[in-house]
């Protein structure tokens, strides 16, 4: 069965201190792995797509990573309004993600 | 653009009522997928359509709950007799195509909740 664990499931930083967000995952065939943000009482939008082992992208403070085994997103300098429920999914080929619990992020000024 | 839409935004039902849920995908988007996001849970996949097919139907939880999609645009999410554990954000997504490795764009929810 695919599986997506992220951890922590909560992290608190204070602004400008840096840290990793991971997702490890359990699939028969990696199709593709997606990271959304999801602020309160919305939908999840959408940030980046990986698709093979090696591949990183970025968009202002975050950068995206993927290994075989899991994928990493990394938090440069953060901001308050970088604050949101960060989740993961993979899909493996059958037209729908399997999506993890999320990391739930809170900057602090 | 125009991003998805979904509507209502919030609906109070009581159990045992039907209720119809829907939603609107990014105009040219020809796959669209629902979504229930769970108190403390992520998200899980119900049902997805390419065009007006749908092909895996595996994620409705039971048979009180089923989807249609007319004219490859708007879905509607139809849950009969609701019960309370059926209270939860209902999310539609769409994408250019089923092709796996395209992006699936979020609409806002629809939050159930079955008193």
């Known amino acids: 069965e695919d599986q997506v664990t992220q951890s922590p499931e909560a992290l608190r930083l204070q602004e400008g201190e840096s840290s990793s967000l991971n997702c490890s995952y359990t699939?028969?065939?990696?199709?593709?792995l997606f990271w959304y943000r999801q602020d309160p009482g919305k939908g999840p939008e959408f940030l980046f797509t990986?698709?093979?082992a090696g591949e990183e992208k970025e968009k202002e403070r975050l950068k995206a990573t993927l290994t075989k085994k899991e994928s990493f997103l990394h938090i440069t300098a953060p901001k308050p309004e970088d604050s949101a429920t960060y989740l993961c999914?993979?899909?493996?080929?059958?037209?729908?993600?399997?999506f993890g619990t999320g990391t739930r992020l809170l900057v602090s000024p | 653009g125009a991003g998805v839409s979904q509507s209502p935004s919030n609906k109070v039902t009581e159990k045992g009522k039907d209720v119809e849920l829907r939603c609107d995908p990014i105009?040219?988007?020809?796959?669209l997928y629902w979504y229930r996001q769970s108190l403390g849970q992520g998200l899980e996949f119900l049902i997805y359509?390419?065009?007006?097919?749908?092909?895996?139907k595996s994620g409705l939880p039971s048979d009180r709950f089923s989807a249609e999609r007319t004219g490859g645009s708007v879905s509607t999410l139809t849950i009969q007799r609701t019960q309370q554990e059926d209270s939860a954000v209902y999310l539609c997504?769409?994408?250019?195509?089923?092709?796996?490795?395209?992006?699936?764009?979020f609409g806002p929810g629809t939050r159930l909740t079955v008193l």
């Open positions: 997504a769409s994408s250019f195509d089923s092709l796996s490795y395209n992006e699936q764009f």
């Open positions: 990986l698709y093979s």
């Open positions: 105009s040219g988007h020809t796959a």
């Open positions: 999914a993979v899909n493996t080929g059958f037209q729908k993600l399997v």
């Open positions: 359509f390419q065009g007006n097919s749908a092909p895996d």
């Open positions: 699939v028969s065939g990696l199709r593709g």
